[in-house]
């Protein structure tokens, strides 16, 4: 249960008159607690996604400016052993742009109370790696893919590459990562109308499905809420063909408001659920359990905070091992003190964060 409704169209600010705990899990001011870590792993993409940058692509990181491998292992170290992490998800950018990902998962997978594992990725190369990353300990994989037309595909990534994807999430479920996951943004009210068909694939392959509002995360600063396609507009979509039903399983922290689709089963023999992330209309904030780590090794309480505490000096600063340990778990802490009562999306005075999605991780 959540120990502040944040349903509110205001985002209280945490107070700042109390110290951060010593030890301990990662709890912030109005208590709730992070057990869900996002690693972003590089910024670059191989897709430049109309919502999401622009055609020519980003400034991306310096080499230099990443974590090394064995900076990232120590980092998931005190998260999961000091810190009480139990579920890592590996972001970009792109992380199969990463040579060293399955090195990274292999080593996560060997930490104290064996944390769960998955990635999220575009799928381009998933087809060559995902053997790989299954045998290395990954759990699960969510695929990005907001449509399986050809010529809308290549519209919305700049790329003419979605039957690389296609392979990519056949690979995956043919490697035992289950359930395999579709998450798609639906760029256009234009685009609604291909939902149903999109739902139907991933009802046909085994994949669960799940669709994202659009959130404020874009390099260029083009996103309008108007324009913005809406929980109630995609469950509207959805119902026009599809039965739907209330999941009644609890949902916990997890950000997917989950549907079952009546007539219909996943791998497993269960009714098939499809699911609405719907960060603006329907914030879920109260129930949060999740922090972040970008490539340059930032941590970031929010996907939209206005402010990232760097794990940089520490790591590069020359502190014996038990010294690193004790500031990252120090920092850690402070970091998710501050964290704000919501991401304030639906206050006037919102702020979009410097960082774009491709730069912070999904």
């Not at 249960?1 to 109390?18: E, F, Q």
């Not at 970091?335 to 999306?345: L, R, S």
Request: proline share 7%; glycine share 8%.
């Amino acid at each position: 249960m959540s120990t502040t409704d944040l349903g509110l169209p205001t985002a209280p600010r945490p107070r700042r008159d109390v110290e951060a705990p010593t030890s301990g899990p990662l709890i912030d001011t109005f208590g709730r607690v992070a057990t869900d870590l996002r690693v972003s792993v590089t910024d670059r993409c191989n897709l430049r996604c109309t919502y999401c940058m622009p055609a020519e692509g980003l400034d991306w990181l310096p080499s230099e400016d990443l974590l090394t491998t064995d900076e990232f292992v120590r980092v998931l170290t005190v998260a999961v052993r000091d810190l009480g992490i139990r579920r890592i998800r590996f972001t970009g950018g792109e992380p199969l742009l990463r040579r060293d990902l399955e090195e990274l998962i292999a080593a996560a997978s060997t930490l104290p109370e064996g944390p769960e594992l998955a990635l999220t990725t575009n799928g381009l190369g998933l087809r060559h790696r995902a053997r790989a990353l299954a045998d290395a300990g990954l759990d699960r994989i969510n695929v990005s893919l907001d449509t399986i037309d050809p010529a809308r595909f290549a519209q919305i990534t700049r790329r003419d590459r979605l039957s690389d994807v296609l392979d990519g999430l056949a690979a995956a479920r043919d490697a035992g990562l289950q359930p395999v996951k579709v998450n798609a943004v639906i760029p256009s009210r234009d685009d609604l109308a291909g939902l149903p068909t999109l739902l139907r694939f991933c009802l046909d392959e085994g994949y669960q499905l799940r669709i994202i509002e659009q959130m404020p995360l874009d390099a260029d600063h083009r996103w309008d809420r108007g324009a913005m396609v809406t929980a109630d507009e995609i469950l509207t979509t959805l119902r026009r063909t599809f039965d739907l039903d209330p999941d009644p399983c609890p949902r916990g922290g997890a950000p997917a408001a989950t549907w079952l689709v009546r007539g219909h089963t996943d791998p497993t023999g269960q009714t098939a659920r499809v699911g609405v992330i719907a960060s603006v209309t329907r914030p879920f904030c109260g129930d949060c359990d999740r922090t972040r780590l970008t490539a340059d090794g930032a941590l970031r309480n929010c996907l939209f905070a206005d402010a990232e505490t760097s794990l940089m000096p520490a790591l590069r600063g020359g502190l014996t091992p038990t010294a690193l340990d004790a500031e990252i778990a120090r920092r850690w802490r402070g970091d998710m003190w501050h964290k704000a009562a919501g991401h304030a999306v639906n206050t006037t005075d919102f702020r979009q964060p410097d960082r774009p999605m491709s730069a912070i991780g999904g």
